[in-house]
RNA sequence: GCCUGUAUAGCUCAGAAGGUAGAGCACUUGCAUGGUAAGCAAGAGGUCGUCAGUUCAAUUCUGACUGCAGGCUCCA
C-alpha cells in the first residue's frame, strides 16, 4: 500500500496510508482529537470522517468548536428530519436538504399537507432517532448504481440530481432506513445531536423554478446546546417584538389600505415626522458633497422609455400605460432618464463634469402579489437615487467619494457594520468592452479597500450594462439588509446618445453611474424602525420630549417650559389630560418618546425640570437649560 | 404569480350542533387634582372581508374573489 503525504494547519507533514478515512488520520494525529472530530478538510473542501484519502492534501481536522461543525450537524439535522417525515409518510419523495444560516430544511413531495401542527410528532419521532444513536453510514456508489436505488425507490428527484452529477463516485448515507444521496459530510451518528426545533413550513418550488413542481419545505434550526438554541429562538422571538408593521400599529406610523391597493404606503404623521427629518438631513448632506438636487415628473411619453430600453427589457415591472390626447405615457419606475433628458437639455463641457444630481424620486413598479411586506417592499416607493455624471478619469475619484458618502450617511443613521459585494461582469455582457468593464470593476474595488470595508466578490453578479457594488448593513439583530447600490452604466449613455465636449474640443462619451444610498425610504424606514426597535434615537424620534404637569394647577408652568423647548426647536407636546402621573408615564412610555418633562410644584416653585429618560432613568431638579444643551437634538450639521 | 395558512369592534383576541355576537385596551361622558408604567363608574361602538351556493335560516358549511401572513421566484 503506497503512502500519501498530508500538510497539517501547523506546516508539519504527515505520511498515512493510501486509502485511510479522514477518521483514521485524526486517531494518527491523537485519540483525543479523533473523539472530538465532526469531519475533516481536506484542501479547504469539507470532506466526511468516513471518506478515503487517495492524494497529498492539505489537511485539517474540523472539531466540534468550529462554526463548520455546526453546518454538519444542521446537515445532519436534516436528514433525521427526513427520516422521520419518511416514517410518517413512506411514499415520500424527497427534494433536497441542506444546513442554512441559522438551520436547516428539507424539501418533500408529500401525499399530504404539513402544518405546524404535524411539527410535534415529527420532532419526538426525530428525538427517537437522535437517542437510538445511529450511525450515519456511507457508501460510495457508481452512477448507474445510484441511478438503479433511487429509480427502485421512485425518487424521481434524486434521480434528476444523479443524472446531472458529473463526480464519481457518487455518495449516499444511510441513517436506519432512510437513505439519501449526499455528499455529506455528517456526523458519526445520530446521537451526537442535541438541541434543535422546526419552525415553519412553506411551499418552494423544486429547484427554484416557477415551472416546476411545487415541495413542500420543512424549515428548523439547531445548535450545539439548548442554552444556543434558546438564544436564537429569544432572538426570534424579539424580531417579531420589533417588525415594523407591529411598531407601526403601536407607534402609529404608516397603513395600507384595500381601497388604496397594496404595496402603496400611507405614512401617518409620525412616520412623516422622522421621513421629514431624514430628507432634510439628506438633502442637507447631499449639497454638502457637491450634489444638486432635481424634481422630475412621475410620468412620461412611450418615446422615452423606448429609448431608454424600459419597454423592451423592464416592462414586466411597468404599470399600463395612460392615455393622454392619444399618446401613451407610463408611470417612470426609475429615475434615470429625466436625469438624462436634464443633462441633454444644454451642450456639456468637460469643465461642467462631474455633474452629481440627486433626486427623491417616487417610482412606480410592479411587484407580484407575494412579495409585498410592510413598507419593505412596495409597489410605490421614494429613491435616494442620484446620477453621476463624469469623464472616464474622473470615475475613479467619484466611486470613492460616493462609498465615503454613503458609509457617513449610515454611521449618522446608526449603522457601524458594513459589507461591500463587488458584482462582476455578468455572463450576458461576455465579451464586449472588456477593458471599460476592467477597469471600472478595478476602480470599485480599489474604493472598497480604500475605505476599509469588509468585502466579497459577488461573481458575475453585475447588471448587463455594469458592474456595481452593492452596501449590505447589519442591524442591531444581527440581520443583513441590502441599502446602498452603487452601478456604473454603458447602456444608457449609448442610447441616449450622451456627449460632452471635451479639451481636444470633441465629442465624448460621459460615464454614467448610478447610485442610491439608503436605497429607498420605505425600506430603510423599516430598518431603522425595526434596528431601533421604535425607540428612535432623539434627533429622529417624531416626538422629542413631552411635558408633563402632576395637577391642573401645574399646566400654567408646563405651558412656560414647553414654549421654552419649542422655541429651542425642539419637537416637544403636552399631556394635559385628566389622568394621572402614572398613567401618562405610562403612554409616553409605550409612544417610546426620549424625554418625559415632569413638572410639579417643586420644580414650578425652583424653576426646575424633572426628566424621566426613556431608559426609566430619572434626574430630579434640572436647571431646564443645561438639560437642553446635554442632548443631541439634532445631528450637528442639519 | 405559485404553495400553505388566515380574515369577528380602532387594537389584541374569545365564541356558537347553522337560529344575526363577547372580553380587555383604546374612545365618549361623569366623579376623582392625583409625584414616576393602567384611579372609579357609566356609555357608545360590529350588515362577523366581499360575492355567490347549500339551507326554513349562514358570521358559522361549500366555492370564488380580495386583503394579510410565512415561504418560493424576483428585488430598492
Redesign the pocket.
Same mark, same amino acid.
Given at each position: 500500500m503506497s503512502q500519501i503525504k498530508l500538510k497539517l494547519p501547523d506546516g508539519q507533514f504527515l505520511d498515512v496510508k493510501k486509502g485511510n478515512t479522514v477518521l483514521d488520520v485524526a486517531e494518527q494525529i491523537g485519540s483525543g482529537l479523533a473523539k472530538v472530530a465532526i469531519a475533516g478538510k481536506v484542501d479547504g473542501v469539507l470532506t466526511d470522517l468516513r471518506t478515503p484519502l487517495l492524494q497529498d492534501a492539505d489537511f485539517e481536522v474540523v472539531t466540534k468548536k468550529s462554526d463548520e461543525a455546526l453546518e454538519v450537524y444542521r446537515h445532519s439535522m436534516a436528514h433525521i428530519m427526513a427520516y422521520a417525515v419518511q416514517k410518517k409518510y413512506p411514499d415520500a419523495k424527497f427534494g433536497i436538504g441542506p444546513s442554512i444560516e441559522n438551520g436547516f @430544511?428539507y424539501d418533500f413531495d408529500l401525499p399530504a /399537507? +404539513?402544518?405546524?401542527d404535524d411539527f410535534e410528532e415529527i420532532e419526538s419521532s426525530m428525538q427517537e432517532i437522535i437517542k437510538a444513536n445511529l450511525p450515519f453510514e456511507r457508501k460510495e456508489l457508481t452512477k448507474e448504481e445510484a441511478l438503479d436505488f433511487f429509480e427502485k425507490k421512485g425518487q424521481k428527484y434524486k434521480v434528476e440530481l444523479i443524472r446531472e452529477l458529473e463526480d464519481q463516485p457518487i455518495t449516499i448515507f444511510r441513517l436506519g432506513d432512510f437513505v439519501d444521496l449526499c455528499r455529506g459530510p455528517h456526523m458519526k451518528s445520530s446521537g451526537e445531536i442535541s438541541a434543535f426545533k422546526l !419552525?415553519?413550513?412553506?411551499?418552494? @418550488?423544486w429547484? $427554484?423554478?416557477?415551472k416546476r413542481e &411545487?415541495? #413542500?419545505?420543512v @424549515?428548523g434550526t439547531s445548535f450545539r446546546t439548548p442554552k444556543e438554541l434558546k438564544a436564537h429562538l429569544d432572538m426570534l422571538e424579539e424580531a417579531k417584538k420589533r417588525?415594523h408593521? /407591529?411598531l407601526s400599529?403601536?407607534l402609529g406610523l404608516f397603513s395600507?389600505?384595500?381601497e388604496i391597493?397594496?404595496?402603496l404606503i400611507i405614512w401617518h404623521p409620525n412616520a412623516s415626522r422622522i421621513r421629514h427629518v431624514i430628507e432634510a438631513y439628506w438633502k442637507e448632506q447631499h449639497y454638502k458633497h457637491g450634489y444638486e438636487l432635481l424634481y422630475t415628473p412621475h410620468i412620461g411619453q412611450s418615446v422615452l422609455w423606448e429609448t431608454s430600453g424600459h419597454l423592451n427589457y423592464y416592462q414586466d415591472?411597468m404599470y399600463s400605460p395612460i392615455d393622454i390626447d392619444g399618446a401613451n405615457y407610463y408611470l417612470k419606475p426609475m429615475n434615470c432618464p429625466f436625469h438624462i433628458m436634464a443633462y441633454k437639455s444644454e451642450l456639456r463641457s468637460y469643465r461642467d463634469l462631474p455633474l452629481r444630481w440627486a433626486e427623491l424620486g417616487t417610482v412606480y413598479?410592479y411587484?407580484?402579489?407575494?412579495? !409585498?411586506? $410592510? %413598507? &419593505?417592499?412596495?409597489?410605490? *416607493?421614494t429613491?435616494d437615487d442620484a446620477h453621476i455624471f463624469c469623464t472616464p478619469e474622473q470615475m475613479a475619484g467619484e466611486i470613492r467619494e460616493i462609498l465615503r458618502f454613503s458609509l457617513s450617511l449610515w454611521r449618522a443613521f446608526g449603522f457601524s457594520e458594513i459589507k461591500a459585494y463587488l458584482a462582476t461582469k455578468p455572463a450576458k455582457a461576455a465579451g464586449k468592452d472588456n477593458e471599460k468593464w476592467e477597469q471600472a470593476t478595478e476602480a470599485l474595488k480599489n474604493a472598497i479597500i480604500a475605505e476599509g470595508l469588509d468585502w466579497e466578490v459577488d461573481e458575475g453578479g453585475g447588471?448587463f450594462y455594469g458592474p456595481k457594488i452593492?452596501l449590505k448593513i447589519r442591524d442591531a439583530l444581527g440581520r443583513e439588509? #441590502? &441599502?446602498? %447600490?452603487v452601478?456604473f452604466d454603458w447602456n444608457l449613455t449609448e442610447r441616449f446618445d450622451m456627449t460632452y465636449i471635451g479639451a481636444d474640443g470633441e465629442k465624448h462619451r460621459p460615464y454614467m453611474i448610478h447610485r442610491?444610498l439608503? $436605497?429607498?425610504l420605505?425600506? *430603510?424606514f423599516g430598518v431603522l424602525t425595526e434596528h431601533y426597535a421604535g425607540a428612535f434615537p432623539p434627533w429622529l424620534a417624531p416626538v422629542q420630549a413631552v411635558v408633563l404637569?402632576?395637577?391642573?394647577?401645574?399646566?400654567p408652568y408646563a405651558e412656560k417650559v414647553l414654549a421654552k423647548l419649542r422655541n429651542a426647536g425642539i419637537r416637544a407636546s403636552i399631556d394635559t389630560?385628566?389622568?394621572? +402621573?402614572? @398613567?401618562r +408615564?405610562? #403612554?409616553a #412610555? !409605550?409612544k417610546k418618546i426620549p424625554f &418625559?418633562i +415632569? !413638572? $410639579?410644584?417643586?420644580?414650578?416653585?425652583e424653576d426646575k425640570v %424633572?426628566?424621566?429618560y426613556?431608559n426609566?432613568e430619572?434626574k430630579?431638579?434640572l436647571d431646564l437649560n443645561e438639560f437642553i444643551d446635554s442632548v443631541e437634538w439634532r445631528k450637528a450639521d442639519i
Open positions: @430544511y /399537507k +404539513i402544518t405546524a !419552525l415553519s413550513v412553506a411551499g418552494s @418550488y429547484r $427554484g423554478d416557477e &411545487m415541495l #413542500q419545505r @424549515y417588525d408593521r /407591529k400599529k403601536e395600507t389600505h384595500e391597493g397594496p404595496g415591472s413598479r411587484e407580484k402579489s407575494g412579495v !409585498l411586506h $410592510g %413598507t &419593505m417592499r412596495v409597489r410605490g *416607493f429613491q447588471a452593492d439588509w #441590502q &441599502m446602498t %447600490t452601478q442610491a439608503l $436605497g429607498s420605505e425600506r *430603510f404637569p402632576i395637577a391642573d394647577v401645574h399646566i389630560s385628566d389622568d394621572k +402621573i402614572g @398613567y +408615564i405610562r #403612554q #412610555q !409605550l &418625559m +415632569i !413638572l $410639579g410644584a417643586e420644580e414650578a416653585e %424633572t426628566v424621566r426613556r426609566g430619572n430630579k431638579m
